[in-house]
Structures are given as structure tokens and as C-alpha cells.
């Protein structure tokens, strides 16, 4: 059964930092492709920011500053650090691979940027 556990969310003030987390199980992690998704009240879920097996990173333009995607194959983790946070970073933060698979999706984890 595969599971993707996020968490490290909160409320935070802008210009604060967060590191998200996401621990997986049920996948081969050390080979598939990983992605950071965002889902603000009313839009579409995106994608923010992914990771490779092999560690290439690549980021959504408004991120690529300010975010910094990462994994640990040993642990099966896959990381998000987020800088300088702004309102509009308010979101649930999903992990899912790389495009992202139906049945894995999870809670998530809310991110709330405000003062």
C-alpha cells in the first residue's frame, strides 16, 4: 500500500520560513521522480517545485528564488524548504511523484501566510 505522509505546515508570518516533509512508502523512491504540489482555496493544484532520482531540481518561476526542493532516498523523504514566504504562498502543500499519480495523493499539509 503506497502512503505519502506530509507535514511541517503552520501558520507563519511573511518573510518566514517552513521546511516541509513528506515520507513515503509502497514506492521504489530511490527511483521515481518526486514533485511538490500547492492547492490555494478556489484554483487548481500545481506544481511547485520537483526532484529527480538522480537530485535535478527544477522549480515553478515564482518559486525558484525562494523554494528549495530536496530527498533523502535514504529515509524515502522528499523535502521543501520555503523562504520568504508570502500571503499568496497560503495553500495546502501536497508530494506526489512526477507527474503525479491518482491514488496517491494524501492529506496534505496547510501552509497559511499571514500576519
Known amino acids: 500500500q503506497v502512503q505519502l505522509v506530509e507535514s511541517g505546515g503552520g501558520l507563519v508570518q511573511p518573510g518566514g520560513t517552513l521546511r516541509l516533509s513528506c515520507v513515503t512508502s509502497?514506492?521504489?523512491?530511490?527511483?521515481?521522480?518526486m514533485g511538490w504540489y500547492r492547492q490555494a482555496p478556489g484554483k487548481q493544484r500545481d506544481l511547485v517545485a520537483s526532484?529527480?532520482?538522480?537530485?535535478?531540481?527544477n522549480y515553478a518561476d515564482s518559486m525558484k528564488e525562494r523554494f528549495a526542493i530536496s530527498r533523502d532516498n535514504t529515509k524515502n523523504t522528499v523535502y521543501l524548504q520555503m523562504n520568504s514566504l508570502k500571503p499568496e504562498d497560503t495553500a495546502v502543500y501536497y508530494c506526489?511523484?512526477?507527474?503525479?499519480?491518482?491514488?496517491?495523493w494524501g492529506q496534505g499539509t496547510q501552509v497559511t501566510v499571514s500576519s
Open positions: 506526489n511523484t512526477n507527474p503525479w499519480t491518482l491514488d496517491y
Open positions: 526532484v529527480t532520482p538522480d537530485g535535478t531540481t
Open positions: 509502497g514506492i521504489i523512491f530511490r527511483l521515481t521522480p
